[in-house]
């Protein structure tokens, strides 16, 4: 089986950019994650949605930053405007029906320099 | 912060010994996860122990819950190169809706 598929792996941008990250987890997978990970703060949780509805989007930093999931196999995260102090590596993870009691599995990330 | 503690922060050992990581927390828990994550890669999922289980196997690995000190070990038995990586402890906190992952632990093994 295909695991969670991160698009693109690489992004380069000028700050300022509207920046598209996108996601296709696991099919049959309820749940989808969305983290970033630096060295400062570790892995942060962004947002996640069960059945493609946003549940808990206390973690996204800044109206800046926007998720969608409009089908059951497709996730983006937005970022518009960015900012230097986005650079991080996103990683979108998804996991079955029970969620918390479930393993996540996770895609290779998205790796984001905002110069 | 309700989230793990993993401690040591880092460990170098020698290819063959054993590696144990511990984690610390404070919060009450369902369940506690670990992962693994490879150098440039996602995060993998290791094991998941529950809060009425004392010790889980996988393989090399062997992981163990004391829910009275509030802290978790993972032990890899004769660690090879491969096992280099960062692990991570990851909480399924008593009504909680989230997982909330520690800072990790960062293995390197010498060949």
């Known amino acids: 089986d295909a695991g969670v598929i991160q698009s693109p792996r690489h992004e380069v941008t000028e700050m300022g950019q509207e920046v598209t990250l996108r996601c296709k987890p696991i099919?049959?997978?309820?749940?989808l994650f969305w983290y970033r990970q630096t060295m400062m703060r570790g892995l942060e949780l962004l947002i996640y949605f069960n059945n493609n509805v946003p549940i808990d989007d206390s973690g996204m930093p800044e109206d800046r930053f926007s998720a969608k999931m409009p089908n059951a196999s497709f996730s983006t995260l937005k970022i518009q405007p960015s900012e230097p102090r986005d650079s991080a590596v996103y990683f979108c993870a998804s996991s079955r029906t029970t969620g918390l009691d479930q393993p996540q599995h996770f895609g290779d990330g998205t790796r984001l320099s905002i110069l | 912060s309700q989230q793990g503690e993993e401690d040591p922060q880092a460990l170098s050992i020698q290819e063959g010994e054993n590696a144990t990581m511990n984690c610390s927390y404070k919060?009450?828990?369902?369940?506690l996860q670990w992962y693994r994550q490879n150098s440039g890669r996602g995060l993998v999922h290791l094991i998941l122990?529950?809060?009425?289980?004392r010790e889980k196997h996988s393989g090399r690995l062997r992981v163990t819950l004391d829910t009275s000190k509030k802290s978790s070990s993972l032990l890899i038995t004769a660690s090879r190169a491969a096992d280099t990586a960062s692990y991570f402890c990851?909480?399924?906190?008593?009504?909680?809706?989230?997982?909330?992952f520690g800072a990790g632990t960062r293995l390197f093994v010498k060949a």
């Open positions: 099919s049959g997978h309820d749940y």
């Open positions: 990851a909480l399924g906190p008593t009504g909680g809706f989230k997982t909330i």
């Open positions: 122990i529950r809060s009425n289980e």
């Open positions: 919060t009450s828990i369902n369940n």
